[in-house]
């Protein structure tokens, strides 16, 4: 982790103007092919919301803008971020978060993080908890077209939000809408274009 030296930073001029804004925050909600992410699940009998985990954050983790973030006034540029993801224990109705390191790679993180969320029996570890993280949701229940999710009113807030419904069937495909909600004082459009060929790129490089 490092300081970014404003002086020299190509996004300044954008990220003042939105330093100004109450709500600089805003959610952008795109199709993604999952055919072969839930393709690799199935074979291998991994869950399918974790492995998906793994590649958000995965992607994420290509963008730099995606792993800025705003301590006491000054703009850091994080080595990476750590998923933070909402989860359910079989026949609850209350979920739970769970914060796992981002390391291992797909198999190895996946079963680890089914162990983590079957065994905690808390709410949230918030001695886990930072803001090199990144929170991660699913409602597999409906089809998601758009989402908002609650925060703090605290424009310095450059954690990424990134969600996602039920995949449906379309042309012998399966899609999946997913949506991120980002600080305009970090992230572009730009930076969530970069981000979406980088989740192809690792849905992609699954082995068959």
Avoid at 12 to 40: K, N
Avoid at 98 to 107: I, K, L
Wanted: include cysteine; glycine fraction near 6%; hydrophobic fraction near 40%.
């Amino acid at each position: 982790m490092h300081p970014i030296d404003l002086s020299a930073f190509p996004r300044r001029a954008a990220y003042e103007h939105f330093s100004r804004v109450r709500w600089p925050f805003y959610s952008v909600t795109f199709d993604v092919d999952v055919t072969q992410v839930y393709a690799f699940a199935h074979r291998r009998e991994l869950s399918f919301y974790l492995t998906m985990t793994w590649l958000v954050t995965r992607a994420c983790n290509r963008v730099p803008a995606l792993c800025q973030d705003i301590r006491e006034g000054v703009l850091w540029q994080l080595d990476g971020r750590h998923p933070s993801f909402a989860d359910l224990k079989e026949g609850a109705e209350c979920f739970h978060i769970v914060t796992r390191p981002m390391d291992g790679d797909v198999v190895a993180f996946v079963r680890a993080a089914a162990e983590a969320s079957a065994a905690q029996d808390c709410f949230l570890d918030m001695s886990k908890e930072g803001s090199d993280l990144l929170f991660i949701s699913c409602m597999p229940w409906v089809r998601l077209t758009g989402l908002t999710n609650e925060r703090e009113p605290d424009p310095d807030d450059c954690v990424p939000r990134i969600a996602w419904g039920r995949w449906e069937e379309r042309d012998g495909r399966k899609l999946l809408g997913l949506s991120m909600e980002v600080n305009h004082r970090t992230v572009d459009g730009v930076h969530i274009g970069q981000f979406a060929k980088a989740l192809e790129e690792e849905i992609a490089a699954l082995p068959l």
